[in-house]
């Protein structure tokens, strides 16, 4: 019989929603050895009566407690740190297993020393294909979702549902926390290409991402931490030419938004001028990295 390496999968949560429970009966249903499988949740500020009546129902599951929400990625480095296996999956507490996807990723990833990370196909809660991972245009900052099989292989896949091994997480000191929202898988990943290694979507892998209701509150907050923490994607890894050219798409859209009465013109200049007053700090980090 074929042996699975033990893996540890961390999920962070904080309002605590419903879903966190569909999530864990997905993986108690994976044709994955359920002894190498350690659980770690990560409770961003949940509230504890909520806890409890889940380690009632699920009493391997291990509890990491923050205070208060510290955001996605400190509580996957934290959760990181205190796993006790050599492979990490990162999951959403909005996403649902499919039986065989956790298998598929980490023999990918074992059989393939030159892929850092991969990651599953995405379907959306109405099963519908929605992403075989993301390429990004870097001299206008553009993003576009991959379709199965297509090539060249994606500039990164999707933080609600990824493989790692724990020494590269830690390697590269996890996510970088500076990313409060949006784009820190994108870094992760460019910081893997960086040292040489590949990004890989597992086509036959399929997780079920959810898009839990908290994603989707306060569009307008939303939109400015998704333009914000591109910018800060671009000062990092981008080129000076691309980082001009970025910044001339950005004014273009930003008055395209302003004539369409679109309301992510406030995001975006909200955005930009977080940029400008961040700017050395962004530079720092820039030459830091």
Same mark, same amino acid.
């Given at each position: ?12 949560? @904080? ?29 961003? @500020?949940?509230? =504890? ?10 009493? /391997? ?24 296996? @050599? ?31 991969? /990651? ?7 099963? %519908?294909?929605?992403?075989? /991972? ?6 206008? /900052? ?15 896949? =999707? ?11 830690? %390697? ?25 290694? %590949? ?17 989707? =509150? ?23 030419? %691309? ?40 530079? =720092? ?5």
């Amino acid at each position: 019989m074929k042996s699975y390496p033990k893996v540890s999968i961390i999920i962070p949560t @904080a309002i605590f929603p419903k879903i966190i429970y569909s999530c864990l009966h997905s993986i108690a249903k994976l044709d994955y050895p359920q002894n190498n499988i350690e659980i770690i949740i990560v409770n961003n @500020a949940a509230p =504890q009566t909520k806890i409890l009546n889940l380690t009632k129902k699920y009493p /391997g599951v291990k509890i990491v407690h923050f205070a208060k929400n510290h955001g996605f990625a400190q509580a996957i480095n934290t959760g990181a740190r205190e796993a006790r296996n @050599a492979y990490l999956c990162i999951a959403n507490d909005d996403v649902l297993f499919e039986k065989h996807s956790l298998k598929l990723l980490i023999t990918h990833l074992r059989n393939k020393p030159n892929i850092g990370t991969c /990651g599953p196909t995405i379907i959306s809660k109405n099963n %519908q294909f929605a992403s075989c /991972g993301y390429s990004m245009n870097f001299w206008t /900052g553009s993003v576009r979702s991959l379709q199965k099989n297509e090539t060249p292989t994606p500039d990164w896949v =999707q933080g609600c549902c990824l493989m790692i091994k724990k020494s590269l997480f830690l %390697q590269l000191h996890g996510f970088d926390e500076s990313f409060d929202h949006f784009f820190e898988d994108t870094d992760l990943c460019l910081r893997i290409k960086n040292i040489g290694l %590949q990004i890989a979507c597992v086509a036959n892998a399929r997780i079920m991402h959810k898009d839990s209701t908290t994603a989707n =509150q306060n569009l307008s907050r939303k939109y400015y931490l998704w333009y914000k923490n591109k910018i800060r994607l671009m000062y990092k890894h981008f080129s000076p030419a %691309q980082i001009l050219t970025n910044s001339v798409f950005h004014f273009c859209l930003f008055i395209y938004y302003l004539v369409t009465n679109n309301p992510r013109s406030f995001a975006l200049s909200k955005a930009s001028l977080w940029s400008f007053i961040s700017l050395p700090k962004l530079i =720092q980090t820039r030459y830091a990295s």
